[in-house]
């Protein structure tokens, strides 16, 4: 099937947001391997300006691909990609509850388990497609 300009447009825009979900990620990564002063303000400012954006964006983009071109459904690696996404988002909810509702020194260690889960899980995102 041939593309076209919006699903380019589309394409576009969802490789850049999940480029910089990752990097925000990393960055929270290694915040906590640093431990830096004031973790807890530069992982909310990342979180609420670059991060939940992000995770909200690539799902949506990834879904309006879909239904620009639903040949890709045909595919099993689509199955997996569209879970692990699901999964991504839905532990973006759970970790930005854990830093923006609870106390941030009683949930450090969570958070950063979570915040390596979901970066792992953007990474072998990117492995599915990369070799499908």
């Known amino acids: 099937m041939i593309q076209s300009s919006f699903y380019s447009i589309l394409n576009t825009i969802h490789i850049i947001f999940m480029v910089s979900w990752i990097i925000c990620l990393i960055f929270i990564y290694y915040s906590f391997k640093k431990k ?4 807890e303000l ?9 991060a939940m954006p992000s995770s909200f964006i690539v799902p949506l983009t990834g879904f309006l691909m879909i239904i620009e071109d639903p040949s890709e459904m045909r595919n099993i ?3 997996a990609k569209f879970t692990l996404a699901v999964f991504g988002f839905l532990a973006m909810l759970q970790l930005r509850s854990w830093v923006e509702f609870d106390v941030f020194d009683k949930n450090k260690l969570k958070i950063g388990r979570l915040n390596l889960l979901i970066l792992m899980n953007l990474l072998l995102i990117n492995l599915i497609v990369y070799y499908k």
């Open 36 to 39: 830096s002063s004031n973790l």
């Open 42 to 50: 530069k992982v909310k400012q990342c979180l609420n300006k670059m």
């Open 77 to 79: 690696y689509f199955y």
